[in-house]
Structure formats: structure tokens, C-alpha cells
């Protein structure tokens, strides 16, 4: 956001202020006070002109303006209504040296999920990818996606939904009928990409899909949406607390295990996992300090870096 627009918005919140004292604060002309005004409402802030100034009524759209308005991360957003991938966006930006920028968009008409699978991403979601320039090995860059599902997951909780985590990379609501054959359904996935040398990471690249204001008729069966479970939610303050707990999580790693524990789905579970080398059928008891899933099989421990995890019904 504009530096003088963020000082705008940050005068009219404090109550009514008259243009002339407004400018000479700012050190600005009152044409400019003018022009940032007009541009606030058309980027969609309730801004009022009474007989003791402007007033700021909040925003009331789903914009980059909007989300970063009173943000409490340091995420710059960059917004579309409509755009193909905003993880296929968010790498250009990483390759041309972006870092903590959000790419942020109503619909994506190409947007995809782990193995290059299909994802269905219609208006009223909330479709995110997060540019990151992390200073840790590669062997760290797994705590990111545990965080980006912590943050999901809490942000989701905080709107009523009783979300958890599947591991990998899945958040879901569970069925209450639990002799289901999958005993969850979908609402967010992450996918995490990254570019790097042998001991560092040069970028990240998380991206997250959530079903927020979205008709489940649009989502595949095994989908559900925060509008199927709960209702509607404001997107913008939906993005703010994911953004803000996503901050909160990377800068505490340490921990970040801990967290995704707390909300974990999977722990406890009879699970079956497909990995290129084979299944592994278990129950999973718990994830190592990189998140990788360890499966009390009849053979004994098993120790699962990545594969598509299912929980099933034990025979």
C-alpha cells in the first residue's frame, strides 16, 4: 500500500479529520487529500464528507487495499480478480527477487495441487500464494507447509469451522459419521514449492486454497466450504488472521511441530499411504521434527517423508 494512503487511512481512523488539517499533517496539498480519498472509495472504504471532515467507515471490497488495511503482517498483496495460477504468479515474482508478497485472487482458472492435480478454484474462495525468502537449509523448508496448515487451520477455527489437519498438507472437516469410508471432507490444501542451493533456500513459494464463500455444488464430493459448515465469512479479515498467524508460526519454528499437533487429524489414526515404492498401511502415532509421518505398522515403526496419506477404516 502507498505509504501516504496507509497515513490517510490511518488519520480517518482515528475519527472525523478536515481535509486542510489532514494535508497540512501529512505535508501534502488538499488536491492530493482529495485524490487519495477518491481512490480509497473506489477501492471500496466507506469514507464519509460531513461538516467536520472525512470519516473512514471501513472497507468494504476484496482487494490488495482492503487485506492490507490494518494487516498486522509484513505482506505486501498483490491482487486479481481472476488469474490462472497465483502459485504460476508468485514464482515470477520470487524469481525476480520478491519476498513477503501475497499473491491474492478471487478465482483461478488454472489453478492446480500436489502431483500436478487439478484444483477447483471458483470465485468466493480464498486462493493465496505466499513469497517467502526464508534463511534456512532445505531440510527446513517442510515446517513452512506445517505452518501454512496451522495458520489455515486456526483461521478457519476462529470462523466457526471445526477444521483439522491431515497429514501432509490437507485441512479438513470431520464427519461426524465416522463408519464413513473417508471420514473427512476437504476444505483447503497447500502446496509449497521451492527454489534452492544445498544449503539454503533461495525462495518459497507456499500456496493455499481454502473453499471460504463457495456453494459446495461447485466443489467435488470429497470438498466441503466455510459456507457449507458455517455461513459466509468476510474474506478479507479471513486472509488477515491466516497471513497473521502464518508470520507468527514461521518466526517460531521451533514450535511450529507442537502446533500442528494441537490441530492434528491424523495422529491416532489407521492410515494407508502411497509412496512410489509402495504403500504403507498403519496407524499413524506421530510426525518428526521435519513432519514427516511416523506409521506403527505390523512390521514395526515406519517413518514416511511424503505420499498421499488416507485415513481408512481398519479391517
Known amino acids: 500500500m502507498n505509504e501516504t494512503k496507509r497515513a490517510v487511512l490511518e488519520a ?8 486542510p488539517a489532514l494535508a497540512e499533517s501529512l505535508d501534502i496539498s488538499r488536491a492530493a487529500v ?18 467536520d471532515g ?16 490494518g494487516l498486522e ?13 497465483t502459485n504460476d504468479r508468485a514464482r515470477e515474482l520470487a524469481t525476480d527477487g520478491a519476498s513477503d508478497v501475497v499473491v491474492l ?29 526464508p534463511n534456512v537449509p532445505p531440510t527446513r523448508a517442510p515446517l513452512y507447509t506445517l505452518a501454512a496448515a496451522v495458520a489455515t487451520t486456526r483461521a478457519a477455527r476462529e470462523a466457526g469451522v471445526d477444521a483439522r ?13 465416522d463408519e464413513s469410508a473417508r471420514p473427512y471432507r476437504k476444505l483447503a490444501g497447500i502446496l509449497t514449492e ?31 466450504s466455510v459456507r457449507e459448515e458455517v455461513g459466509d465469512v468476510d474474506r478479507r479479515v479471513f486472509v488477515q488472521r491466516l497471513l497473521e498467524e502464518f508470520d507468527a508460526q514461521r518466526n517460531a519454528l521451533e514450535s511450529v511441530v507442537d502446533s500442528w499437533r494441537e490441530h492434528a487429524l491424523t495422529i491416532g489414526a489407521h492410515v494407508r499411504v502411497d509412496r512410489a515404492d ?34 481408512v477404516r481398519r479391517a
Not at 34 to 51: C, M, N, P, Y
Not at 281 to 306: H, M, N, P, Y
Open 12 to 19: 480517518l481512523s482515528a475519527g472525523p479529520v478536515g481535509g
Open 34 to 51: 482529495w485524490k487519495h480519498v477518491d481512490e480509497l472509495r473506489e477501492a471500496g472504504f466507506e469514507i464519509e464528507s460531513g461538516s
Open 54 to 69: 472525512y470519516a473512514l467507515g471501513g472497507p468494504t471490497e476484496y482487494n490488495a487495499l482492503a487485506v492490507e488495511y
Open 73 to 85: 503482517a509484513p505482506f505486501a498483496v498483490e491482487y486479481h480478480d481472476s488469474i490462472g495460477s
Open 105 to 133: 485472487a478471487d478465482e483461478q482458472t488454472g489453478g492446480r495441487g500436489r502431483l500436478e492435480r487439478a484444483w477447483s478454484a471458483p470465485s468466493g474462495g480464498v486462493w493465496a500464494s505466499l513469497v517467502c525468502r
Open 165 to 177: 489437519i491431515k497429514w501432509p498438507n490437507d485441512v479438513v472437516v470431520p464427519l461426524e459419521d
Open 194 to 224: 521451492m527454489e534452492g542451493e544445498t544449503d539454503r533456500v533461495t525462495w518459497l513459494v507456499v500456496g493455499i486454497g481454502v473453499n471460504a464463500n463457495v456453494d459446495a455444488a461447485a466443489l467435488p464430493p470429497e470438498a466441503t
Open 278 to 311: 509402495g504403500e504403507v498401511v498403519g496407524t499413524a502415532v506421530d510426525i518428526d521434527d521435519a513432519g514427516a509421518l511416523i506409521v506403527e505398522t505390523d512390521d514395526g515403526e515406519q517413518t514416511v517423508s511424503a505420499g498421499d496419506c488416507e485415513h
